[in-house]
């Protein structure tokens, strides 16, 4: 016989020997959570219209001016302005709309505009750094006070913005991969890969126990953590990119979310959220292992949608209609999900890679016509115009590194501050300190041309 028991507002079932947490404390909605990533599309937009406007071409310049107007404004917005995102994103639309307006009613100049870009698609870059950005901002923003509770990781179902990070990050990963080009990496490159992020794993699981730097065991277990879901993610990959053609794996991904849900929701779910004693490594790390089979089928469906990205048609309209459908298919596929089953970040849910799947894609898309609205209004109007802010050329060239020393100088602020005990102010000084150093780093290897590979 099942019993009932509430504590701390969460309801516990005690269901064949596992007490079962059914529901999580307050989290912000998914409008909410949404809404806190889509004002990076406007500042980044704003920014770089105005730099077009001003002709701005000194790299320093830029980068202090894109700080000022991209990263502080959404260090604020995951912050202190979270009460105002709607209102931000309304002002933004009248003020880009404005500033648009202007420049139609430049002259048009005899010459060609020059584009200030290393890159033929400047979205993906955008898309990928933006989601780098936010994810860097809240894995220290987290630990203040100023940081809504409500934003933080979900412990069982629901949505937040905590959560979709490291989904977006292998989103974000998936639509640049070989695979996506058609040209695969071998297994044994792939294996060189996978041993360089677990040996990264395994480095942050022994300083997190030296320091005694407290990590939540129901995020990936006790031994498990992010750079081991990657290795194990490329790997399985891998694998299966080298077996099934690229312009048939969404049928691989289709299946693995089904079998996932149908594992979830008959074994998974119980063993993950139960109270089992994690006394064996598959019991410690269960959310690792569990939460991987979700990741692999992720990562599969961006690789497809990377290929389509660099296969798209000639025709811009019908690249608009495909990305509007896609995004379109991935938001009903997570309010599907969401109501049948529940979406879940911590066992990597059907409904969880939908939702990312759409934030990512929608997101993408955003930073396409925003690109293309470059070309319409900048092209004869201006002589010199930007499609890509420098310091998400910088993120985008130095992703790993960008997100290292984001959680080596997370923790050493951890381990030096008792970041609970600081008020607005002081948290976002800090935070804002934190971030200017993250973004110098990567964008004086920008400008040097380093590239550090793994």
């Known amino acids: 016989m099942s019993t009932i028991v509430v504590t701390n507002e969460n309801v516990a079932i005690n269901l ?11 989290n912000s909605s998914a409008l909410e959570t949404f809404l806190a990533i889509l004002p990076s599309f406007f500042y980044m937009f704003f920014t770089v219209t105005a730099l077009s406007l001003l002709s701005t071409k000194q790299k320093v ?32 639309s009248l003020v880009i709309g404005f500033m648009l307006f202007l420049v139609l009613n430049k002259p048009l100049v005899k010459n060609k505009a020059q584009v200030r870009s290393s890159h033929t698609r400047n979205y993906i870059t955008n898309a990928r750094s933006t989601i780098n950005l936010i994810s860097v901002i809240a894995i220290l923003a987290v630990d203040f006070q100023t940081f809504p509770s409500r934003f933080s990781k979900t412990q069982t179902t629901g949505f937040s913005l905590m959560d ?27 294996l060189k890969s996978c041993i360089t992020l677990t040996t990264l794993g395994i480095i942050r699981l022994i300083l997190t126990r030296i ?11 006790l031994h498990w953590n992010f750079f081991i879901t990657l290795a194990v993610t490329k790997l399985f990959t891998s694998i299966i990119l080298n077996v099934v053609s690229i312009k048939y794996i969404y049928a691989s991904a289709i299946f693995l979310t089904f079998t996932h849900e149908v594992f979830l929701e008959t074994i998974f779910k119980k063993f993950v959220f139960g109270d089992i004693v994690r006394d064996n490594f598959i019991s410690a790390n269960r959310e690792g ?59 990597a849910s059907s409904g969880y890679i939908f939702w990312v799947l759409f934030i990512g894609v929608f997101m993408t898309w955003l930073f396409y016509l925003a690109e293309n609205l470059q070309t319409f209004f900048f092209t004869r109007r201006l002589t010199f115009y930007l499609c890509s802010p420098i310091i998400f050329e910088a993120i985008n060239y ?31 000084l800090i935070i804002s300190f934190y971030m200017l ?11 040097k041309q380093i590239k550090i590979k793994f």
Request: proline share 3%; net charge positive.
């Open 16 to 26: 064949t020997g596992y007490t079962v947490i059914s529901k999580d404390p307050p």
């Open 61 to 92: 310049v830029s980068f202090l001016i894109e700080f000022s107007f991209i990263v502080i404004p959404v260090i604020l917005n995951v912050t202190i302005l979270t009460e105002y995102l709607k209102d931000i994103v309304y002002a933004l």
């Open 164 to 190: 979709v990070g490291v989904g977006l990050f292998i989103y974000s990963n998936g639509i640049v991969a070989p695979e996506a080009k058609e040209r695969p990496d071998s297994i044994k490159k792939s």
């Open 211 to 221: 320091t005694a730097y407290h990590v939540s065991e129901v995020e990936y277990g």
């Open 289 to 347: 292992l569990v939460s991987s089979i979700g990741y692999i089928t992720l990562y599969l469906y961006s690789v497809y949608f990377g290929y389509f990205i660099y296969h798209k048609e000639r025709s811009k309209f019908n690249t608009h209609l495909k990305l509007f459908v896609c995004s379109a298919a991935c938001l009903s596929l997570t309010l599907i999900f969401d109501y049948l089953f529940g979406v879940s970040r911590r066992v």
């Open 398 to 428: 130095n992703g790993l590194i960008f997100f290292l020393l984001a959680n080596i100088l997370t923790g050493l602020i951890n381990k030096l501050l008792n970041t609970k005990s600081y008020g607005p102010i002081s948290s976002l």
């Open 437 to 447: 150093l993250n973004c110098m780093v990567v964008f004086i290897l920008y400008t």
